[in-house]
């Protein structure tokens, strides 16, 4: 199992603190059952979280697998005043700021 082939959970902790940057990404589990639960992007009234950036070698590249894969955007890279960064939209609505490494 995924125990024995990762090391013990001190191990596994060690390891996923001593990258330079984590991201925790978590399931609220039995929310899928709930017919009430909803999510709250950020970007909507009342606006808070905002989005997440990723950090990629190539945006237009990446913008152009996106947008093979049915992904949604909010920006492409040469719309708006601010050229050579995307936002694309994950399945729940959350912004994904897409960011060139050479920026």
């Not at 492409?76 to 729940?92: C, S, T, V, Y």
Request: hydrophobic share 30%.
């Amino acid at each position: 199992g995924i125990n024995a082939e990762y090391g013990d959970e001190d191990e596994r902790k060690r390891w996923m603190w001593s990258r330079r940057a984590t991201i925790e990404l978590t399931h609220n589990y039995g929310t899928e059952s709930d017919e009430n639960f909803s999510y709250h992007n950020g970007n909507k009234e009342p606006r808070g979280f905002g989005h997440l950036g990723i950090v990629v070698p190539d945006v237009y590249k990446a913008c152009e697998r996106f947008e093979k894969l049915g992904v949604s955007f909010v920006k492409k890279p040469d719309e708006g005043k601010m050229k050579g960064l995307a936002f694309i939209q994950d399945p729940d609505g959350y912004w994904i700021e897409i960011i060139s490494t050479s920026l």
